[in-house]
DNA sequence: CCAGAGCGCCTTTTT
DNA sequence: GGCGCTCTGG
């Protein structure tokens, strides 16, 4: 018991041993988190509760699993709930299946299911995908949801509004609709609907807030407003909810997250406790002052202070490189200078803003034999043998989802064409009947000829399958491999067919080892597990290799050296979001969240160049690195080279010698506008300038990275 | 009905 | 640069 408060600092033995009433626990970068929040859950099964009338909720499904390995290893059993809020939401909605308006063997559909439910509510709305572009409606969608609207509420509310929200009601209205035919459920339902089903029936929300008295919700800086009402209904009356976040880190705005949530705990929870953990114990000195100095820029924010007894340890470096080609060598170089000096590839990762980013890295990865692994999880899954199989396998749980049915009825190949889908599809339609059960009756379907047929025989197929739906999960697998006709179909020498085989016998093994730990699972469940995987799930920290990851999928995590590639204008900030203050401020927390993860050593790298989506690019250094502590810096700068010319597809608007700009001289910046030079200055590598902008004011920027353009006053209205 | 070629589109992050 | 959609010839 004692040794559960061992090592702790004062915050960190408050917010571990505050058992009851809310609690609010601002947790800076690296201040010990992860260890409050399992030492809290040990404590409060010690003291006043037992494991079983705990819920941790985490943010990915390896925090959770690595949470309850930590619960086990302390003697606590697996008797806790530890899980995501989508993988909760699931687990109610299964166990609530009838109060929440749903059959337990409901399919989730991921986000190309999603996308082609989709195109056909656009279709069956009879609008054009090219007005209405699917992506854009999907998030139109998804927004309403996250507002908890139904469609109905959204038309109401539409009524008063434009044409094209009035249109996305009804398609919203449909895309429902086909939702419900087909007994599916998307990512926003499983919160919307638990949140629902905790709002509409008392009893049970009763009932669950039995079940779970303690309430633990980790990230809460990324929680929305449907997490919010679910957390809230989960501790209305007991109110033990104990909430841990940084809203720093808050990276997740776009897809609905609300900073609101962790900013407005106190009103939220009136009788609340706040405890601030500030102290850091995972970085160094520099890399905290850099990740701090960076940090500050942004206004809409909290002051809050890290700092920590660590080394000052190495300066942070920024690493300026011709070409992308380049930074990858820059990469390699270090990385064999670690492993030389003793280091293993474990210690290193390597962030970046969009997956785009890997492939020149993994080309000089490969060629260098450096061995990696890239947080892609959900890759996996997208692999056609796998969507393939998993389609039978979904057919077999659910009849109904007509995704699945589409695929697998012409996989392999058995003569029933696009015109005979969508025959059948409308027989269904007109008779308010599955696509399934209208396939099963289609010796009545005269329009279907010759295919009617060939459909009677994937039918059968699918009847003698169906029994492997009640076995084991991995059995099922195999069998559904072999019986469908896919096995068939990749059996031969094509390397293409090896690796696809390959893939199915992993698919197998993941199978088996969901039964291994659920000897009670069934495939329904291990479905639903594989279909709220995330791309953070499939690391392991103990491979061996280096780590690749996008900067979303880094938060939580540790490193001890961390590089962060492709700071530039236009990745980081990311140009769909530089316009809105608002958002440049989440992408600076994107970096910061980066930054903040390296333990011993952080390398910050840009190229001049780059090809994006297919074209050769002249980048700009990103504004971040401009608001580093420069003095504190590693410079390791490229001299200027004018070459890059011949190689440019587009040239960038030239910003002209700036060596040369004269005080007084009137300049526009693509920010701030117009403004005048009133000096400038050399610092270090750079040149620091002070501009008077017409509208905002005095500022000093760093000409190398501000975008200023010289203008001929001739041109300038005053 | 199907496979493969050709064309146009696009910013991105993920449960 | 890559994906998804459409068109075309077999």
């Not at 609300?258 to 900013?263: E, H």
């Not at 809050?304 to 490189?321: F, H, I, P, Q, S």
């Not at 005080?663 to 506008?673: A, D, I, S, T």
């Not at 200055?681 to 905002?696: I, M, Q």
Request: negative net charge; glycine residues 6%.
């Amino acid at each position: 018991m004692t040794s559960l408060l061992d090592d702790l600092n004062d915050a960190q033995l408050e917010a571990v041993t505050t058992t009851d009433g809310p609690l609010l626990v601002l947790a800076g970068a690296g201040s010990g988190k992860t260890r409050v929040i399992t030492r809290r859950a040990a404590y409060l099964a010690n003291t006043v509760t037992q494991p079983r009338h705990i819920l941790a909720i985490t943010f990915t499904n390896k925090a959770a699993g690595e949470m309850r390995e930590r619960m086990e290893a302390l003697g606590f059993g697996r008797e806790m709930m530890v899980c995501t809020f989508h993988s909760l939401g699931a687990r109610l909605l299964r166990w609530y299946a009838p109060q929440a308006g749903l059959k337990p063997n409901f399919t989730i559909f991921d986000e190309s299911d999603r996308r082609s439910v989709v195109k056909q509510a656009i279709a069956d709305a009879g609008l054009s995908t090219t007005n209405w572009v699917p992506a854009k409606v999907q998030a139109d969608i998804s927004d309403a949801k996250t507002r908890l609207l139904t469609p109905e509420q959204y038309a109401a509310e539409a009524g008063g509004l434009s044409f094209t929200e009035q249109t996305i009601a009804r398609v919203y209205r449909i895309y429902q609709q086909l939702l419900e035919q087909q007994q599916a459920v998307d990512f926003d339902d499983l919160l919307l609907k638990t949140a629902f089903l905790l709002g509409n029936h008392p009893d049970l929300r009763a009932h669950l807030e039995d079940r779970f008295r303690y309430v633990l919700i980790d990230e809460y800086q990324d929680t929305n407003h449907t997490q919010y009402m679910i957390a809230r209904g989960l501790t209305l009356k007991n109110e033990n909810i104990c909430a841990t976040g940084d809203p720093d880190q808050s990276i997740y705005a776009w897809r609905g997250a609300s900073i609101r949530n962790i900013l407005e705990f106190e009103h939220d929870f009136p009788t609340a406790k706040v405890v601030r953990l500030e102290q850091n114990y995972r970085s160094t000195k520099h890399i905290l002052s850099a990740a701090g100095s960076l940090i500050q820029s942004n206004t809409q924010r909290k002051k809050k202070d890290l700092w920590t007894e660590n080394d000052l340890g190495a300066a942070v470096r920024v690493v300026e490189r011709e070409e992308p080609a380049d930074e990858a060598d820059f990469l390699v170089e270090e990385i064999k200078a670690h492993v030389q000096s003793g280091g293993s590839l474990n210690e290193i990762a390597i962030f970046y803003r969009t997956n785009a980013l890997t492939r020149i890295i993994e080309e000089a990865f490969l060629r260098a034999g450096i061995s990696y692994q890239i947080a892609r999880g959900t890759e996996f899954y997208n692999r056609k043998e796998i969507k393939d199989l998993l389609g039978y396998l979904r057919l077999l749980v659910n009849p109904a989802d007509g995704i699945a049915l589409r695929r697998s009825i012409n996989t392999p190949a058995r003569g029933i064409g696009k015109t005979s889908l969508e025959r059948l599809t409308r027989y269904a339609e007109a008779n308010e009947i599955t696509t399934f059960e209208a396939a099963d009756r289609a010796d009545q379907i005269p329009e279907l000829k010759r295919a009617a047929g060939r459909i009677s025989v994937f039918i059968q197929l699918m009847r003698e399958l169906q029994p492997l739906a009640d076995g084991p999960a991995h059995v099922a697998v195999e069998q559904v491999f072999a019986g469908s006709g896919l096995a068939k179909e990749l059996d031969g020498p094509d390397p293409r067919n090896i690796e696809a085989v390959e893939n199915v016998d992993e698919l197998i093994s993941a199978a088996a080892d969901f039964m291994k730990s659920n000897p009670e699972g069934t495939l329904a469940e291990w479905l639903q597990q594989v279909s709220l995987v995330s791309d953070v799930d499939a690391v392991d920290t103990d491979a061996g290799v280096v780590t690749l990851m996008t900067l979303h999928a880094a938060k939580g995590l540790e490193f001890p050296k961390v590089y962060i590639i492709a700071v530039e204008d236009g990745l980081l900030p990311h140009a769909g979001y530089r316009d809105e203050p608002a958002q440049i401020e989440e992408e600076r927390r994107l970096c910061f969240v980066g930054m903040t993860r390296a333990q011993q050593q952080l390398t910050l790298s840009y190229a001049q160049w780059r090809t994006i989506r297919g074209m050769n690019t002249r980048t700009t250094a990103s504004q971040f690195l401009a608001e580093l502590p420069s003095e504190e810096i590693e410079w390791d700068l490229q001299q200027e080279e004018e070459s890059f010319r011949d190689k440019a597809d587009f040239q960038r608007p030239g910003q002209g010698d700036y060596r040369e700009w004269k005080n007084g001289m009137y300049l526009r910046h693509p920010q701030f506008g117009l403004g005048r030079l009133l000096w400038k200055e050399a610092s270090g590598k750079l040149t620091r300038a002070g501009v008077r902008f017409t509208s905002y004011g005095e500022k000093t920027l760093i000409l190398e990275y501000a975008k200023m353009t010289p203008l001929d006053v001739d041109e300038c209205q005053l």
